[in-house]
């Protein structure tokens, strides 16, 4: 059924507000619904479950015109900032830092950072959700390492990779690009 076609038979414009199709459908449905036809013969009941269908079509019809115009007219998202990930970057270079300098290059807890911070690194440039979950798997780690350990400089790492991976979340919602 063509888009003329489905106007036309629930009485529309082509193109009209999708408010207006539906109000023309429930009238036509209210009209020509074969449950409304208490007594009726086999013919009239198939008649009218036609006509109910023809209506229904062209509703759906009309819809998907309607949603494929208004994608065509929305305009593409702009591309997204650089700056979350810039001051992102800010952020893990001291919190690095303070980790390695405040436990010590053997520490347990100072080794444990580095793969961290390329996990989060890979997840911050690709997004991808692997490294998401790889992310939580060694914040939590390194979390408890951390309690373990009463490591300061590990907790303020550990406090300053949770906002920026946040971030990274918010970012990174379905239907926006990438960073």
């Known amino acids: 059924m063509t888009p003329d076609d489905a106007a036309r038979v629930l009485g529309v414009v082509a193109g009209s507000p999708a408010s207006e199709i539906e109000a ?3 009238r036509l449905a209210r009209q020509t619904h ?7 013969t086999r013919e009239e009941l198939a008649a009218a479950s036609a006509e109910f269908v023809r209506i229904s079509d062209a509703r ?3 819809l998907q015109v309607r949603a494929r115009d208004l994608a065509a007219e929305r305009p593409p998202a702009p591309p997204p900032s650089p ?3 810039r001051v992102w970057c800010a952020l893990l270079l001291p919190g690095t ?3 390695l300098a405040g436990a010590g290059i053997g520490h347990p807890a100072a080794l444990a950072v580095i793969p961290l911070v390329a996990v989060v690194l890979g997840l911050a440039l690709t997004g991808r959700r692997w490294l998401f979950m790889l992310t939580v798997i060694l914040g939590l780690a ?3 390492l951390t309690v373990v350990v009463a490591n ?5 790492a550990l406090g300053l ?3 920026p991976v946040m971030a990274i979340l918010i970012l990174r919602t379905p239907g926006r690009t990438g960073l």
Do not use: E
């Open 24 to 26: 023309a459908f429930v």
């Open 34 to 40: 074969p449950d409304r036809l208490v007594g009726a």
């Open 60 to 62: 759906l019809a009309l």
């Open 83 to 85: 700056w979350p990930l």
């Open 97 to 99: 830092v303070i980790t």
């Open 142 to 144: 390194f979390a408890a």
């Open 152 to 156: 300061f400089g590990g907790l303020m």
């Open 161 to 163: 990779l949770q906002v």
